[in-house]
């Protein structure tokens, strides 16, 4: 991909990006599909229940189904709502989701663009999102859709700080913003980033649920309050679009700490080697999938004055206070 | 933080206990003696002293006697008897009130139709209703 991207644009090139990123989106929608599968299945096995059986063997066309449904429905935009607004909001929303996983290793050899500030860039890009959250929100011209816009945007405007924040130890510990660096630093180190960050990994973990909108944190969504936040007056493939934007941000988050903190497509041993990165890459990336529905299964929402308390008060001085060790560590040392 | 541990702990040994669901309509359901489905009527005990008809809440019992045909025979024995399943609450009333276990419950409740008309439910069809019958020691 490399040497692609090295050339100047011609016929070849830009076919081989097009055919690449419409892999790579397949790769996605197959992970969306069946991580709501499996979610629903999770979440169903934890409360003593099946989950989704009826469709398909084992249920597994379930998603599919649903999708498909979601797609013929009529198309609804409320006849108060601002309408290129209305329309334009998902698109914002998916787009970043999408856009960060330009820069994801999955591999040392599987990997699109190798951007030198690939932390940076996703970082950046992921702060988009929330603006068409807000955008949807306000443009439903309704209250509960702009309550559950504004609750988002406070949450991810306070959550982001910390996650970056967090990210500074492992950055400075490398001395790279790039992605595939950070990796090849943990090979020579010998030992992945959760060990030596791990008050950094911890916070990680906790922002980033808050910025996937997850249980504990999901008060943008809150069903039984809120019926379901921004996206009240959406239905059909606009609403899709905004659902796609969730599970393919779990997508890029689970890709980003497995790089950053559980040492990417390295195997955990030397003498496993011989298995291909990839398959470390998925093994690890499907236990953090694993564990944010673990989590939906386990704890009840956050209250909002709990959960600004929280990461103003509590992530952001405790991930300062790691940034100050790392540094200290690192001159001293 | 202890208590996140033992919450998660407990969660993921939920998984792979059994469930307590049941698959309905791939396996039939055995109801409890108490379960109020569809009535079950035999004409033959019935002595038409339209105390049913008379509790219902509803009013959804319709029935009407005639002489019997043995002159040996005193009273009445039973011509029609419509139950309007439409509006009948299963309230467990009228066989309750009925004298002669003429009308008893069953655990039939799959009753679902497509016309309001199939829920008129006559002597003929509450007579050949007799399966899964309430035994009466509820």
């Known amino acids: ?333 | 933080m202890l208590g996140f541990a033992k919450g998660m702990a407990y969660t993921f040994k939920q998984m792979t206990k059994k469930k307590v669901t049941h698959m309905y309509p791939d396996q039939e359901m055995v109801w409890p003696e108490r379960f109020r489905g569809i009535q079950h009527f035999a004409p033959e005990k019935c002595i038409v002293c339209n105390q049913c008809a008379r509790i219902c809440p509803t009013g959804c019992i319709n029935l009407i006697g005639k002489k019997s045909e043995d002159p040996n025979k005193k009273g009445k024995v039973i011509d029609t008897y419509d139950i309007n399943f439409e509006i009948c609450i299963l309230c467990d009333l009228c066989t309750e009130v009925c004298p002669t276990e003429a009308i008893v419950m069953t655990t039939n409740f799959e009753l679902a139709a497509y016309s309001r008309d199939e829920l008129f439910k006559n002597l003929e069809w509450l007579d050949n209703n007799n399966t899964n019958v309430r035994g009466g020691n509820a």
């Open chain 1, 1 to 333: 991909m490399g040497a692609y991207i090295e050339q100047s644009l011609g016929l070849t090139n830009s076919l081989v990006f097009i055919l690449s990123a419409a892999a790579l989106l397949g790769i996605v929608l197959g992970f969306v599909t069946y991580s709501i599968y499996f979610q629903r299945k999770i979440l169903g096995w934890m409360q003593l229940r099946i989950g989704p059986n009826r469709v398909g063997p084992l249920g597994l066309l379930q998603t599919v189904a649903d999708v498909l449904k979601l797609l013929l429905k009529e198309d609804i935009i409320p006849k108060a709502a601002d309408k290129p607004l209305f329309i334009i909001a998902p698109i914002i929303a998916f787009m970043p989701a999408f856009g960060v996983l330009a820069v994801m290793p999955f591999t040392e050899s599987i990997h699109f663009a190798d951007v030198g500030v690939g932390l940076l860039y996703y970082i950046a890009l992921s702060g988009i999102t929330v603006l068409g959250v807000v955008t949807g929100g306000w443009a439903s011209n309704n209250k509960w859709a702009l309550i559950g816009a504004m609750r988002s945007a406070a949450q991810m405007i306070s959550y982001e700080i910390p996650l970056v924040m967090s990210v500074v130890g492992v950055i400075l510990m490398t001395g790279s913003l790039n992605l595939i660096d950070i990796v090849e630093k943990q090979k020579e180190m010998g030992m992945w980033f959760f060990i030596p960050q791990f008050l950094g990994f911890i916070i990680f973990i906790i922002a980033q649920l808050a910025e996937l909108s997850r249980t504990p944190f999901d008060l943008t969504e809150a069903e039984s309050e809120l019926i379901s936040g921004y996206h009240v007056e959406y239905s059909g493939f606009r609403w899709a679009f905004f659902m796609l934007t969730e599970y393919v941000y779990i997508f890029a988050m689970a890709s980003l700490t497995t790089v950053l903190f559980l040492g990417g497509w390295l195997p955990p041993f030397e003498f496993l080697g011989f298995i291909p990165g990839i398959i470390w890459f998925g093994l690890k990336f499907l236990a953090i999938v694993f564990f944010i529905f673990w989590l939906q299964a386990t704890f009840p929402r956050m209250r909002v004055d709990q959960l600004m308390q929280m990461g103003w008060k509590v992530l952001l001085p405790l991930a300062l206070l790691n940034i100050l060790i790392t540094a200290v560590l690192k001159t001293v040392l």
